[in-house]
C-alpha cells in the first residue's frame, strides 16, 4: 500500500472535476435547454444538476485514488482504473451528446451504457478496495435516476 499522499488525491479529484467541467463547457448552457423540453415526472430543478455532479466526480477521484494507492492489488488495480477511466470518458461525452447536440436517443443508449460501466467499475473497485467501491454507490444510483431522465427526455420529446 502506496503512503497516503494529499498531492495524489488532489490530482484525482481535480481530474475528475476537470472532466465534468470541460464536458459542460463543450456541452453549452444546459439551462436553456433543460427549460425548452418536456421532462419526466421527478425531475429536479435544473440548480441540483451541477452540485450533484461535483459531489459525484470527487467521490470518484477519491475511490480511484484509493484503488491506485493498493500497489498489491496488481491486474486488479490496473482493470480498475482502466474501467475507471473508459466509464470517465463516457461521462464525458454524455453531456455533449444531449446537451450540444440534442440527439436525445443517442444520450439515452449512452447513459445505460455508462450506467453498466460504473457499475462494472465499482465491481472492480470492490476488489481491491471496499471503501472505493461503496463511496461510488451514490455515483451508480444518480446514474439509475439519469438514465430514468435521460430514457424519459428521449420519448417526450
Same mark, same amino acid.
Given at each position: 500500500? +502506496? +503512503?497516503?499522499?494529499?498531492?495524489?488525491?488532489?490530482?484525482?479529484?481535480?481530474?475528475?472535476?476537470?472532466t465534468?467541467?470541460?464536458?459542460?463547457?463543450?456541452?453549452?448552457?444546459?439551462?436553456?435547454?433543460?427549460?425548452?423540453?418536456?421532462?419526466?415526472?421527478?425531475?429536479?430543478?435544473?440548480?441540483?444538476?451541477?452540485?450533484?455532479?461535483?459531489?459525484?466526480?470527487?467521490?470518484?477521484?477519491?475511490?480511484?485514488?484509493?484503488?491506485?494507492?493498493?500497489?498489491?492489488?496488481?491486474? *486488479?488495480?490496473?482493470?480498475?482504473?482502466?474501467?475507471?477511466?473508459?466509464?470517465?470518458?463516457?461521462?464525458?461525452?454524455?453531456s455533449?451528446?444531449?446537451?450540444?447536440?440534442?440527439?436525445?436517443?443517442?444520450?439515452?443508449?449512452?447513459?445505460?451504457?455508462? #450506467?453498466?460501466l460504473?457499475a462494472?467499475?465499482?465491481? *472492480?473497485?470492490?476488489?481491491?478496495?471496499?471503501?472505493?467501491?461503496?463511496?461510488? #454507490?451514490?455515483?451508480?444510483?444518480?446514474?439509475?435516476?439519469?438514465?430514468?431522465?435521460?430514457?424519459?427526455?428521449?420519448?417526450?420529446?
Amino acid at each position: 500500500m +502506496k +503512503k497516503f499522499s494529499l498531492t495524489d488525491l488532489f490530482i484525482f479529484i481535480v481530474s475528475a472535476e476537470l472532466t465534468g467541467a470541460v464536458s459542460a463547457l463543450i456541452s453549452g448552457s444546459f439551462s436553456s435547454l433543460y427549460a425548452e423540453i418536456r421532462n419526466p415526472p421527478l425531475s429536479p430543478p435544473g440548480w441540483v444538476f451541477p452540485i450533484v455532479w461535483t459531489i459525484l466526480y470527487a467521490l470518484m477521484g477519491t475511490g480511484a485514488y484509493l484503488v491506485y494507492r493498493n500497489e498489491d492489488a496488481g491486474t *486488479e488495480r490496473s482493470a480498475s482504473l482502466g474501467l475507471y477511466v473508459i466509464q470517465l470518458g463516457v461521462n464525458f461525452l454524455w453531456s455533449i451528446i444531449f446537451f450540444r447536440f440534442r440527439l436525445f436517443s443517442v444520450a439515452a443508449f449512452t447513459a445505460l451504457v455508462l #450506467l453498466v460501466l460504473a457499475a462494472a467499475m465499482v465491481n *472492480e473497485f470492490r476488489r481491491v478496495s471496499r471503501t472505493a467501491a461503496v463511496i461510488n #454507490l451514490p455515483y451508480l444510483i444518480w446514474l439509475t435516476f439519469a438514465a430514468y431522465l435521460s430514457f424519459g427526455v428521449w420519448i417526450l420529446n
